[in-house]
């Protein structure tokens, strides 16, 4: 089993209360505040690489979403609602905690994969209390490609074959990333780290998400960054970057190249810099 993984200097990490139980959070800098949510099987380690830059701008708050990492169980048959409606009560908790004018700032929140659906649901639930939405490698755009399912089958196979680790590496170098040089012990101690904290299965949730219809009914600037090499998004990517561009705006999504899954990680300077800008314009 991996070494248990460390906050990193500066990082700060706490529990809020919501209705549902309390929820983990890591937080980080001043400033604006910047919420960011992980993805499935994850936690807010899925943001280890980009907190620090980040926080040089904003007080940013890395939620654990209920049944992940060391935040509160969820019911097993929760739907992304189940999920959201805490998220935006941990959000306001949150808020509650920072100093005037900051506390009365709605945050931004950057998402990740299956994290992207539940920050959609929280910014229709809660529409004032969010100033804008960076979604990564969304889900729910369109159908799940065979690849991925096939993909999806070896890691299975692997970890019933020859254990978690074997599993988790068919996943880190065949899907969360394009670079081989970084699928490296300590990112492979990252995941199991996160799935070993795991007691939500999301999967199937994730495949339910409808996410067009979600983001169309969106009041807030919203903008969405698809990985080129990203085994979830590249069998439909130019429909779903030129549907996106259609509904959305032109400006309101990037396809990054040399960027698997796990783009966040992958291409950090590049998604820090654009995080940066998108925010900084959002709420100025």
């Known amino acids: 089993m991996a070494t248990p993984i460390a906050l ?23 400033g604006t505040p910047l919420v960011l949510i992980h993805g499935g099987f994850g936690s807010w380690l899925h943001w280890r690489d980009n ?54 700032t709605p945050p931004g929140i950057a998402a990740f994969s299956f994290g992207t659906a539940v920050a959609v649901r929280v910014a229709l639930l809660f529409p004032e209390a969010v100033a804008a939405l960076l979604l990564v490698n969304p889900p729910g755009l369109g159908q799940v490609s065979e690849e991925v399912k096939a993909l999806q089958a070896r ?3 692997a970890a019933r074959g020859q254990g978690l680790r074997a599993g988790l590496a ?13 699928a490296t012990p300590e990112a492979l101690d990252l995941l199991e780290q996160c799935v070993r904290q795991n007691r939500f299965v999301s999967r199937q949730l994730s495949r339910s998400v409808h996410l067009r219809p979600m983001l169309q009914a969106l009041q807030v600037p919203v903008h969405v960054m ?13 429909e779903r970057r030129d549907w996106l561009a259609q509904h959305l705006g032109p400006a309101s999504v990037s396809v990054i190249a040399d960027a698997g899954h796990w783009l966040q990680y992958e291409q950090a300077a590049r998604f820090n810099a654009l995080a940066l800008r998108f925010f900084s314009g959002a709420q100025a």
């Open 8 to 30: 990193n200097e500066g990082l700060h990490e706490g529990m809020v209360d919501t209705s549902l139980g309390k929820l983990h959070y890591v937080s980080a800098g001043n």
């Open 51 to 104: 907190i620090a830059a980040l926080a040089r701008h904003h007080t940013v708050f890395a939620i654990d979403l209920p049944g992940f990492g060391l935040s509160c169980d969820a019911a097993p048959e929760s739907d992304i609602d189940g999920l959201a409606r805490p998220v935006g009560e941990a959000i306001a908790g949150l808020r509650a905690t920072l100093a005037p004018p900051l506390r009365d």
């Open 155 to 157: 890691a299975a196979e």
């Open 170 to 182: 068919v996943t880190l170098n065949e899907l969360m990333v394009k670079d081989a040089a970084l």
């Open 226 to 238: 698809l990985g080129q090499d990203d085994p979830h998004q590249r069998h439909e990517l130019a």
